[in-house]
């Protein structure tokens, strides 16, 4: 049955002493859509009185006219306005000693004295109104995947929530649901189910979400584009009562600029700011990364200095399960020959300037001067504004000889190299976490990097630690470690400790009930 004919089979007589009430909930239909189902619900449920929940009672009435009203059809030219009146709702709906009948009725009378002459945006208030209406009595974690429901690659950051979402429902004592919401159209729509991540075929189907006071919205990602535009509906969810968690994988678009675009630089600092602004606090993926942003915040924004929590977690790694690609090219056989002739040395990295390839790759340029016999395979993609670095690569002297690159690569394929490789080298100046590390402790290969904080948290006194940014002063290091291997009186990162993904996942659930208790 239509929705329209179901309200009137319901409130016949409501309906046609008031006639002018049907145009009013077609229109608030029309431009609140998840109304219809809250609307359908409540009629099929014989057990309330149907009126009421519908909000066509008398108060209900009043409300839904004023809101209807064509004076109010189109959008506000001063921004305020907006504001005055959906902070007014807010006010209302907050203030606990009136009823929710009460709040609507004396709504309608502000609307009516205040801006019967003011041009606001309709769906604003329609859509707030019902929010505040609606009432769920047990609390959810909403996870937010957008990035991960659009582009999935299976690594880095998509690896972090991937395994989030696998295994965080099976540990917190809430109901754990993935969500996503479309760019900067986050007022009109709200939070969507990911249908891609739905733990059941009922969550197919996309429906908008409503959140109720003691929810928990937790952004995973690295979600920019999921927050710029969606500040004031964060901070009304906020003001409502839902917890808002960020993970903050590491500061680098601040730290080290030279390494992104300007325009994600600048973006980039308009979230930490909107996570700054909305959130109670954020998990980080080290102690240094929640060591750089404390930092931010006492350089920036002292107000958040006593009231924002940080903790921080170290990530997992599961590689016995590690199924996620597969595939090992036919031309292989030459690469692993050339490793099992030499010493080897692996860089597994994105080429960018603050993993300082080309220090990496002076320094090589140096010890295959001096005759040192060795190889050098790098692993990573390349990155922004590097095309002068991998130009130097793809045409050097030694490519396919002693120097080897590769860019994407099965997981399979990069564990073989990992067990023919000799050391690992990372010589980045910034990082969030180094899953370099783990990968190389996981193969039992000795490690060989930067003196920087959050390398020394992972790795300790198990890695053979080096400083300066010039390929000589690396050469120097590398001889000295080839010295100390030849006496196998190296560092060995066999006692480095790392957690499985169930273990990291189980230290995020423990932070996220801190922030939020």
């Given at each position: 049955m239509n929705i329209i004919n179901k309200i009137i089979t319901a409130s016949h007589k409501i309906i046609s002493k008031n006639p002018f009430i049907l145009n009013s909930i077609k229109k608030i239909i029309s431009l609140c859509p998840y109304l219809e189902k809250k609307i359908c619900n409540t009629i099929d449920n014989q057990n309330k009185n149907v009126n009421d929940k519908i909000l066509l009672s008398k108060t209900g009435q009043e409300i839904f006219d004023i809101i209807s009203s064509p004076k109010f059809e189109k959008k506000a030219k001063n921004k305020q306005e907006k504001d005055e009146i959906l902070t007014s709702i807010d006010n209302l709906f907050e203030n606990k000693k009136i009823s929710k009948e009460q709040a609507l009725k004396e709504l309608s009378t502000i609307m009516s004295k205040k801006y019967n002459k003011k041009k606001i945006i309709l769906k604003n208030i329609a859509q707030r109104t019902a929010e505040y209406l609606y009432e769920r009595k047990e609390n959810y974690i909403f996870i937010e995947l957008s990035e991960l429901a659009i582009n999935d690659d299976k690594r880095g950051i998509c690896r972090v929530c991937n395994n989030i979402i696998k295994y965080l429902p099976s540990i917190n004592k809430y109901?754990?649901?993935?969500?996503?919401?479309?760019?900067?159209?986050?007022?009109?729509?709200?939070?969507?189910?990911?249908?891609?991540?739905?733990?059941?075929?009922?969550?197919?189907?996309?429906?908008?979400?409503?959140?109720?006071?003691?929810?928990?919205?937790?952004?995973?990602?690295?979600?920019?584009?999921?927050?710029?535009?969606?500040?004031?509906?964060?901070?009304?969810?906020?003001?409502?009562?839902?917890?808002?968690?960020?993970?903050?994988?590491?500061?680098?678009?601040?730290?080290?600029?030279?390494?992104?675009?300007?325009?994600?630089?600048?973006n980039f600092l308009k979230f930490i700011n909107i996570v700054l602004d909305v959130a109670n606090g954020a998990i980080c993926?080290?102690?240094?990364?929640?060591?750089?942003?404390?930092?931010?915040?006492?350089?920036?924004?002292?107000?958040?200095?006593?009231?924002?929590?940080?903790?921080?977690?170290?990530?997992?790694?599961?590689?016995?399960?590690?199924?996620?690609?597969?595939?090992?090219?036919?031309?292989?056989?030459?690469?692993?020959?050339?490793?099992?002739?030499?010493?080897?040395?692996?860089?597994?990295?994105?080429?960018?300037?603050?993993?300082?390839?080309?220090?990496?790759?002076?320094?090589?340029?140096?010890?295959?001067?001096?005759?040192?016999?060795?190889?050098?395979?790098?692993?990573?993609?390349?990155?922004?504004?590097?095309?002068?670095?991998?130009?130097?690569?793809?045409?050097?002297?030694?490519?396919?000889?002693?120097?080897?690159?590769?860019?994407?690569?099965?997981?399979?394929?990069?564990?073989?190299?990992?067990?023919?490789?000799?050391?690992?080298?990372?010589?980045?100046?910034?990082?969030?976490?180094?899953?370099?590390?783990?990968?190389?402790?996981?193969?039992?290969?000795?490690?060989?990097?930067?003196?920087?904080?959050?390398?020394?948290?992972?790795?300790?006194?198990?890695?053979?630690?080096?400083?300066?940014?010039?390929?000589?002063?690396?050469?120097?290091?590398?001889?000295?470690?080839?010295?100390?291997?030849?006496?196998?009186?190296?560092?060995?990162?066999?006692n480095i400790k790392y957690l499985t993904w169930k273990e990291s996942v189980s230290m995020l659930n423990e932070k996220l009930e801190l922030i939020t208790k």
């Open positions: 109901k754990v649901l993935p969500i996503h919401s479309p760019q900067n159209e986050f007022i009109k729509y709200g939070f969507r189910y990911c249908s891609k991540l739905a733990e059941n075929e009922e969550k197919e189907n996309e429906e908008v979400i409503e959140f109720v006071k003691g929810d928990i919205l937790f952004f995973p990602e690295l979600s920019i584009n999921q927050n710029l535009g969606k500040k004031e509906y964060l901070k009304f969810l906020q003001k409502k009562g839902i917890k808002i968690i960020y993970f903050i994988h590491d500061l680098i678009p601040i730290r080290e600029q030279n390494s992104v675009s300007h325009e994600f630089t600048d993926n080290s102690k240094a990364t929640a060591d750089d942003l404390k930092e931010y915040i006492k350089e920036n924004r002292k107000d958040r200095i006593d009231d924002f929590t940080i903790e921080w977690i170290h990530l997992g790694s599961d590689f016995e399960n590690n199924t996620s690609s597969k595939g090992i090219p036919e031309d292989s056989e030459s690469l692993f020959k050339a490793m099992e002739a030499r010493t080897t040395f692996l860089a597994v990295n994105a080429i960018e300037a603050r993993k300082m390839y080309d220090q990496i790759l002076d320094a090589f340029d140096i010890l295959w001067s001096e005759n040192e016999d060795i190889n050098l395979v790098i692993v990573g993609k390349n990155a922004w504004n590097t095309e002068k670095l991998v130009n130097k690569i793809e045409n050097h002297r030694e490519l396919n000889k002693r120097l080897f690159k590769l860019s994407t690569i099965s997981d399979e394929y990069l564990n073989k190299i990992y067990e023919k490789s000799s050391a690992l080298i990372m010589a980045s100046k910034a990082e969030g976490f180094g899953l370099g590390i783990i990968e190389a402790t996981y193969h039992k290969k000795p490690l060989i990097i930067r003196d920087i904080p959050v390398f020394r948290e992972i790795a300790g006194e198990n890695a053979f630690y080096f400083n300066g940014f010039e390929g000589k002063e690396l050469a120097s290091a590398i001889e000295e470690w080839l010295k100390l291997y030849k006496e196998d009186k190296h560092p060995k990162s066999e």
